[in-house]
């Protein structure tokens, strides 16, 4: 079983940064893919970013890229997403996800494990 834990969401203006954290536990992180996802209000949840298990490639959407950057400890058995210039529509519960794997995975049904999410809220 895998376990994966949120932590870094908040409160933060237009333009600021965050940086969240997923630690996992319960397997071999370094064999996991690990993607974030996030759902505002009324949404559904969509794809923000995906490295491979060694932390070598990573992909984000479009919305997000030049401003996020995805990265991974795998002695730590954690992944972060470090957000820059923050926009209100970036306001969302952030998750994190990993699947076994060596590729890059883009959609939820991809992924095995998720976890309880962290609340993102930027404000003008």
């Known amino acids: 079983q895998v376990q994966l834990v949120e932590s870094g969401g908040g409160l933060v203006q237009a333009g600021g940064s965050l940086r969240l954290s997923c630690a996992g536990s319960?397997?071999?992180?370094?064999?996991?893919?690990m993607g974030w996802f996030r759902q505002a209000p009324g949404k559904e949840r969509e794809f923000v970013a995906t490295?491979?298990?060694?932390?070598?490639?990573?992909d984000y959407a479009d919305s997000v890229k030049g401003r996020f950057t995805i990265s991974r400890d795998n002695a730590k058995k954690s992944v972060y997403l470090q957000m820059n210039r923050l926009r209100p529509e970036d306001t969302a519960v952030y998750y994190c996800?990993?699947?076994?794997?060596?590729?890059?995975?883009?959609?939820?049904?991809?992924?095995?494990?998720w976890g309880q999410g962290t609340q993102v809220t930027v404000s003008l």
């Open positions: 490295i491979t298990n060694s932390g070598s490639v990573t």
């Open positions: 996800a990993a699947r076994a794997g060596d590729s890059l995975y883009y959609h939820q049904w991809q992924y095995d494990y």
């Open positions: 319960g397997r071999t992180f370094s064999s996991d893919a």
